[in-house]
């Protein structure tokens, strides 16, 4: 199984998909084409929050704006997965998840070879055919391969932990999602649900929900969204246009 | 065959891929993931419409809106096909057309089972891991587990019939697709071609053809469309906007 | 392998997937469904430049402003690859493209049969059951069959070429990517990096780049392209934008 995540829209992943089937009958499987433009922290967050739960898989990532520049291109092994993709910290997140998740370690490897037929698409000329080439060499085997070189440096990229108190927490926005919902850093346990139906978020009484259908139709809520942080959403409407956040603002939750 | 259809947008509905090849390796097909946003009366449209072309499968579906609440989960078998999704009417006009179309009944089972992870994200929670179940058991016998509860009342959804006249039709918005044509409740037959080559839609005189090329771009037009209905269009624009009409507005025909 | 490409946005192009999938078991991969909206030109652009990268496939292809009307639909064999879709040279650059690479002849077929079940909507009521169809008798022998009747007049359409001058060249604008990229019909090796570190393109000077990282967020750049053609960008912002330009517009480099 090989799986595609990149920003790029349509149809450029279309060229990757024939490069790898040009190479391997892997089954493709479409992450994303859509993650936020140019925006390594944003895919960084979802490759985190959607790989793990896949089955082993070789897992293809192109979210580069640095394309072209002497950034390296990599892969990592964690376990039976394999990650492919622009060495500027966008496998860290989901690696270290991968590695905590199946208590495996991060093993990291430069990907060379031979001068890529365009400086501007490296998707197509260097990540497409490197991912089909780990899943037909095997994802525990790949490195016997020289194009393979082991690496103890890759970039690094970790977010931002909330900072916990008595009150509440002091934390920022992580993602925002297609719905809006703005995802915070602050986990979902600090939320006391026993202690009142109101919390303040940035100095604002928002109600705190389980579901959205909780409260009226357009009403904003604060809740423990599917990731396992608090969220802050409107039902059947747009929490980031409610609250007026963007990615890395910071949300002062007390209650 | 396992097809997927939601509002998810990306990149959720890759989580529910991740689930589901965790349990099963049958072939995806990606139906939709860019239905109308929390709008069960369009996806139960577009799926009656879809879903009756495809092949034996098990048809994943996720409109939701009132996710978290007590509305149930529930599993319907129509002859060879299966449909998993939210107790919330969504599933019962394709089960409908699939039950005329294949004469067989439709049977429904609520799907029990332990607390999901998460009370937003049922998609990759609760109807992933129950359709890949209902795939991996069979279509013919997955009710044989208890998790699968026959059930006799699921909730209902019909779409309003046009009042058929001896000079035309009152119909109404059905839906409105990507190209902005409007697609009406007025039976396709209603179109009598013989008699004029323009009709009235709500007051308005409009020439009617049976090809969007026959008119000149930008005209607005009246056709049968590919569902079977009258739908009203623009040649190389939108209709939606030339007659301001959104879903569930009136529709007067006259000819 | 069966690959898709449209205009239909979503949920269109799954009503074609089903009727494939009544027909045969070919592996299915989406090129995309976002092709730019009626634009038959754009379109032959991005399968010239796409569909090449896949290895044999039959290659169902549907932009289609004028369904319904006299205008035919066709088969065409390249080698291994087949393309099916309307007559209007949607066909034509990557047949070419195709015939190039591979050495192969283009050899074109009408697609006859049975009246279609609507006016509106060929891809799937005539195209994907003839792709189907190619796939299931095979791209070297679909022809045995008598619904494809050998044509020598299918219609043409080609790019307009760049005009070569002695300081630069006078070309015009191909495509616009989603990124916003601007991409030109004049061939990358115009463009001379030994001369200077910027040209004008319509008489305003730009820094010539490798590649986007080399100038400043927000600084408009020209580049050779992942097509081997000049391209005008703007480093994570709109090239479009920042040069004012649509397809079909001119675009004079002098260096």
Not at 14 to 38: C, E, F, N, W, Y
């Amino acid at each position: 199984m090989l799986t595609l995540s990149s920003d790029f829209g349509s149809p450029y992943p279309a060229a990757m998909k024939g490069v790898i089937l040009q190479r391997t009958d892997a089954r493709l499987v479409d992450v994303s084409h859509d993650l936020p433009r140019q925006d390594v922290r944003s895919a960084a967050f979802w490759l985190r929050e959607v790989l793990p739960y896949f089955p082993p898989a070789v897992h293809l990532v192109v979210v580069d704006p640095t394309v072209g520049t002497e950034r390296r291109a990599i892969a990592a092994r964690v376990g039976e997965h394999a990650l492919v993709g622009p060495d500027n910290g966008v496998l860290r997140p989901v690696a270290r998840r991968l590695a905590e998740r199946t208590d495996a370690t991060i093993e990291t490897f430069a990907i060379e070879g031979e001068e890529p037929a365009s400086s501007t698409f490296h998707g197509r000329d260097v990540f497409a055919p490197a991912a089909a080439d780990v899943h037909q060499l095997g994802v525990d085997q790949f490195d016997g391969d020289e194009r393979f070189r082991p690496i103890d440096d890759p970039v690094e990229f970790s977010f931002p932990e909330a900072e916990l108190r008595e009150d509440g927490a002091d934390g920022e926005v992580l993602a925002i999602d297609d719905f809006g919902n703005v995802i915070t850093n602050i986990p979902g346990d600090v939320l006391d649900r026993s202690s009142a139906d109101a919390i303040a978020i940035n100095d604002r009484a928002i109600g705190v929900a389980d579901t959205y259908a909780e409260l009226g139709v357009g009403d904003p809520l604060v809740t423990v969204g599917s990731h396992g942080n608090v969220e802050l959403a409107v039902r059947e409407g747009r929490g980031d246009v409610a609250f007026d956040l963007e990615i890395g603002d910071d949300v002062e939750l007390r209650q």
